[in-house]
């Protein structure tokens, strides 16, 4: 079955990075599409950034200079490289792939950020 595994969170102070990590199984990698989303304390859940099969990315604005998504398909994994981090960044971060909703896969159980001094 479609399976996604988060990894890379942590407690970081504002200014700091970190690399997130989401390990993929179940379905051919390379063909698919995968997201970053994040979840703060009380808020839904947002699409952070995507990643193409073909390799262009996109962005949300709040993230867009700071972040980079990227993808290793010999290793079925996706990158998140956070930089200049501030505490609205603090929440907890999913990967996901549309190949995840037509195969009705659960969401993982994610990673926390926190950014806090």
């Known amino acids: 079955q479609v399976q996604f595994v988060e990894s890379g969170g942590g407690l970081v102070q504002p200014g700091g990075s970190l690399r997130l990590s989401c390990a993929a199984s179940g379905f051919t990698f390379s063909m698919y599409a995968m997201s970053w989303y994040r979840q703060a304390p009380g808020k839904g859940r947002d699409l952070v950034a995507t990643v193409t099969s073909a390799g262009k990315t996109n962005y949300a604005d709040s993230v867009k200079g700071r972040f980079t998504i990227s993808r290793d398909n010999a290793k079925n994994t996706v990158y998140l490289q956070m930089n200049s981090l501030t505490p609205e960044d603090t929440a907890v971060y999913y990967c996901?792939?549309?190949?995840?909703?037509?195969?009705?896969?659960?969401w993982g159980q994610g990673t926390q950020v926190t950014v806090s001094s």
């Open positions: 996901y792939s549309p190949i995840g909703i037509v195969r009705g896969a659960s």
